[in-house]
Nanobody, 130 residues
């Protein structure tokens, strides 16, 4: 059984930057495509970013239009971890951020659909306030 644990949330001011991390254990991390989603209060969980398996090559990434130009996702297979950097945080970025993992047979696929992910972390709260 895969376990995902997110870290890095907190309360920040608008314009700040934040790095979220997600540590995985229980399954071979290199066989997993990873993603980040977020859920604001009263809203549906939405896609933020995704990264494919790497297999020793540069992994493919996909970023939601809502955070395009401000967010990046990368993975470190040696550490069994995936990271999400968001710059220039805005009030509307306030949400619980969830790490997700999908077993994948392909090195060139990223997944933007929530239902594709089988495993989820418990989430980490990011609050942007002035």
């Amino acid at each position: 059984q895969l376990q995902l644990v997110e870290h890095g949330g907190g309360e920040v001011h608008p314009g700040a930057s934040l790095r979220l991390s997600c540590a995985a254990s229980g399954l071979p991390f290199s066989e997993l495509a990873m993603g980040w989603f977020r859920q604001a209060q009263g809203q549906q969980r939405e896609f933020v970013a995704a990264i494919s398996r790497s297999g020793g090559r540069t992994a493919l990434t996909s970023i939601a239009e809502t955070v395009q130009e401000r967010a990046s996702i990368f993975r470190d297979d040696a550490k069994n971890a995936v990271f999400l950097d968001i710059d220039d945080l805005k009030l509307e970025d306030t949400a619980i951020y969830y790490c997700a993992a999908a077993e994948s047979a392909y090195y060139d696929e990223t997944y933007r659909v929530r239902d594709r992910y089988r495993y989820w972390g418990q989430g980490t709260q990011v609050t942007v306030s002035s």
